[in-house]
Structure formats: C-alpha cells, structure tokens
Nanobody, 118 residues
Framework: QVQLVESGGGLVQPGGSLRLSCAVSGRTFSIYRMAWFRQSPGKEREFVGAIRWNDGRTSYQGSVEGRFTISKDNAKRMVYLQMNSLKREDTAVYYC???????????WGQGTQVTVSS
C-alpha cells in the first residue's frame, strides 16, 4: 500500500511563495511519474505539473509555467512544488499523485490547502 502525504500549504499574500512537499511511503514497486493537481471550490480537479522519476523531465499547465517548479529527491522519495508569484486564482487544495507505470495516477494524497489572499 502506497501513502502520499502532502505538507507545506498555508495562507500567503499575492506575489508570495510557498513550497509544498509530498512524501511517498509504503510499498512501491515502481514510480514512473509524480504529479501535482489542484482543486478549487466548485471546479474540477486540474493538472498542475508532473515530473518523470527516472530523468526528472517536467511538464506544467500553462497558467503556472514559469512560476511553479517541480523537483524531487529520489533517495528520500520526496516531491516538491515550489510556487512563486502566487495569484489569488492559485487558491486551491493541492494534491500529489503517483503514476507507477505511465498509465495513469493510481495513488493520491489527502491534499493540502493553499490560500492566496491579502
């Protein structure tokens, strides 16, 4: 059983920064890709960005490109989301997810709230 635990959310002013962390624990046979998603009230969950586990290749949703950066620590089995220049519309619950074989995200964390407000 795989567990994903996010941390690092909170309240930040517009233009500020936050760094989210996702810890992977439990029995994982493989990790192909890790991703961050987010969901705002009344909206569907949306893809934020992803990182491929073996080579670190990243991809991002257009609205966060250049502001958000995903990184990882393979040895610690940690994934990070550095969020800079935060905007009010970035307010959401952020989830990390694990894709074990490149066929979809099978495991999800419980989410961490990010609120961008003055």
């Amino acid at each position: 059983q795989v567990q994903l635990v996010e941390s690092g959310g909170g309240l930040v002013q517009p233009g500020g920064s936050l760094r989210l962390s996702c810890a992977v624990s439990g029995r994982t046979f493989s990790i192909y890709r890790m991703a961050w998603f987010r969901q705002s009230p009344g909206k569907e969950r949306e893809f934020v960005g992803a990182i491929r586990w073996n080579d670190g290749r990243t991809s991002y949703q257009g609205s966060v490109e250049g502001r958000f950066t995903i990184s990882k620590d393979n040895a610690k089995r940690m994934v990070y989301l550095q969020m800079n220049s935060l905007k009010r519309e970035d307010t959401a619950v952020y989830y990390c997810a694990l894709d074990p074989r490149g066929q979809g995200y099978d495991d999800w964390g419980q989410g961490t709230q990010v609120t961008v407000s003055s």
